[in-house]
């Protein structure tokens, strides 16, 4: 059996899905996946959550063709690889659906799309402070 890519699988706002079909202006970080995506090889899609097949296990995935430089449509599994670009995600609503992908295999790159800022900022001062009175 022969190796398969790795499938990265980049979950969207339904309105962006549309967007890309409809030939909107490309977000400037959906170019940016775009372009390192050509230097990793891997099996790059976009989806929303309105996408998933929860009970068959596949996905109605967007793809971008290179050949005919627009975005399409096909039925692909579920990826290996999740990376959330929306909060939708973390979502009481959307429990169900995070567990599922966990259940199924799928890592997350991102764990939580929302964080604290403010937080981290606060820990790694503390954290700089710590170090100097150390020595």
Request: glycine share 2%.
């Amino acid at each position: 059996m022969l190796p398969t890519k790795t499938k990265v699988g980049v979950l969207l706002g339904a309105q962006t899905i549309r967007n890309l079909h409809n030939k909107k202006q490309i977000k400037f970080n959906i170019k940016e996946l775009l372009e390192a995506n050509k230097s990793v090889g891997t099996e790059l899609f976009f989806f929303s959550k309105s996408d998933v097949h929860i009970n068959r296990k596949y996905i109605l995935a967007t793809y971008y063709d290179d050949v005919n430089q627009n975005f399409k449509k096909r039925v692909t599994s579920y990826p290996h690889v999740l990376y959330s670009r929306t909060r939708a995600i973390d979502h009481k609503s959307h429990r169900n659906f995070r567990k599922h992908l966990k259940h199924s295999g799928v890592l997350f790159l991102n764990s939580k799309s929302a964080f604290d800022k403010w937080l981290v900022h606060l820990k790694l001062v503390e954290e700089k402070n710590s170090l100097f009175i150390s020595h």
